[in-house]
C-alpha cells in the first residue's frame, strides 16, 4: 500500500497562469475526492468521483476549475487563469467502495501559491 | 455558523498529560465522524473513525461521540511530542451518495519535553 500520491508538491506560478495537479490514489480505491486547504482552515470539499464519472461539485469549484479522472485511476485538477485567492492547498484523498461512509485517506497536498 | 466547529487553540501541554480535544457539530443527519492528524506541511492522517453514540479507544487514542447534545471528543493518554500536531474532526455528509466529509477548523496541539 503505496497511499495517495500527489504532485507537484508545491507549484508557484503567476497570476493569470494556468496549473494541473495530479493525483494518484491508493490502488484499488474508486472514491476519489478533491478538498481545498488555506491557513487556519480545515479542509474544504470540492469534487469527487467514482470510479472514472464526477458525481458531485461544490459551489467553491469555479467554472475556471476543471477536474477529470479519465480511465478511473490517477485524477487531475486544472485550475485556468489563476487568482490570488487560489493560494492554497489542494489535497486529494481516496476511498474504497460504494459506501459514503468508508473512511478518506489523503495525500500530502499540492501547496499553490500565487506570485 | 459551520456545520462543525472545533477551538482553534493553540493548546499547549506538559508530556505525558491527558488531552482533550473537541468539536460540537449542527447537523443531527451526521452519523459517521472522524479524528484526522496532521503535521505541518502534510496532509492529514486518519486516527480515529466512530458511527453513531459512544466510545471508541485504539491505543492512547479515545473517541467519543455523544449524539443527544451533538458533542465529538478525542482523548489522547500519556501525550508526546511527537503527538504536536493540528488535530481535525470530521463528519461525514451522508446526503445523498456525496459522502464527502465536513472539518472543523483544527487544533493545533503543542507537547512540550
Known amino acids: 500500500d503505496t497511499g495517495v500520491s500527489q504532485d507537484p508538491r508545491h507549484k508557484i506560478t503567476k497570476r493569470g497562469q494556468n496549473v494541473t495537479f495530479r493525483c494518484d490514489p491508493i490502488?484499488?480505491?474508486?472514491?476519489l475526492y478533491w478538498y481545498r486547504q488555506t491557513l487556519g482552515q480545515g479542509p474544504e470539499f470540492l469534487t469527487y468521483?467514482?470510479?472514472?464519472?464526477?458525481?458531485?461539485k461544490s459551489r467553491l469549484l469555479s467554472d475556471r476549475f476543471s477536474a477529470e479522472r479519465p480511465k478511473g485511476s490517477f485524477s487531475t485538477l486544472e485550475i485556468q487563469r489563476t487568482e490570488q485567492g487560489d493560494s492554497a492547498m489542494y489535497l486529494c484523498?481516496?476511498?474504497f467502495g460504494t459506501g459514503s461512509n468508508q473512511p478518506q485517506h489523503f495525500g500530502d497536498g499540492t501547496r499553490l501559491s500565487i506570485l | 455558523q459551520k456545520e462543525v466547529e472545533q477551538d482553534p487553540g493553540p493548546l499547549s501541554v506538559p508530556e505525558g498529560a491527558i488531552v482533550s480535544l473537541n468539536c460540537t457539530y449542527s447537523?443531527?443527519?451526521?452519523?459517521?465522524f472522524m479524528w484526522y492528524r496532521q503535521y505541518s506541511r502534510k496532509g492529514p492522517e486518519l486516527l480515529m473513525y466512530?458511527?453513531?453514540?459512544g466510545n471508541k479507544e485504539d491505543g492512547r487514542f479515545t473517541a467519543q461521540v455523544d449524539k443527544s447534545s451533538k458533542y465529538i471528543s478525542l482523548f489522547i493518554r500519556d501525550s508526546q511530542p511527537s503527538d504536536s500536531a493540528t488535530y481535525l474532526c470530521?463528519?461525514?455528509?451522508?446526503?445523498?451518495?456525496?459522502?464527502?466529509?465536513?472539518f472543523g477548523k483544527g487544533t493545533k496541539l503543542s507537547v512540550k519535553p
Open positions: 484523498a481516496s476511498s
Open positions: 490502488s484499488e480505491h474508486n472514491r
Open positions: 468521483f467514482q470510479n472514472e464519472a464526477q458525481l458531485e
Open positions: 447537523n443531527s443527519a451526521f452519523q459517521y
Open positions: 466512530t458511527y453513531s453514540s
Open positions: 470530521a463528519a461525514v455528509n451522508y446526503g445523498g451518495s456525496q459522502g464527502n466529509l465536513i
